[in-house]
């Protein structure tokens, strides 16, 4: 199948089957979606070093860099550190 996520026939999952799949084998007090997940991965992505926030964009689809800002929230114990470096 060409859809990551798909039913026994092949045919692409909507968004609320996906979400309430998620939900159910999350383990309890985590929310976790597949849009949490492109989160996770633009963070982790940049925070490595090993691709540069214009590559993050390409692979994530996204025509402009702004909208691939959007996924870089500051992770609150990085801040922290830095502000004790200082």
């Given at each position: ?82 502000v004790e470096m200082l």
């Amino acid at each position: 199948s060409e859809w990551l996520f798909h039913n026994s026939r092949g045919e692409r999952l909507n968004q609320t089957t996906i979400n309430r799949v998620f939900k159910l084998y999350c383990p309890k007090g985590y929310e976790i979606t597949p849009h949490t997940l492109r989160h996770f991965y633009a963070i982790n992505a940049v925070s490595s070093g090993i691709f540069t926030i214009p590559e993050i964009a390409n692979q994530m689809g996204h025509s402009s860099i702004k909208t691939t800002m959007r996924y870089m929230n500051p992770n609150l114990e990085e801040i922290r550190r830095k502000v004790e470096m200082l």
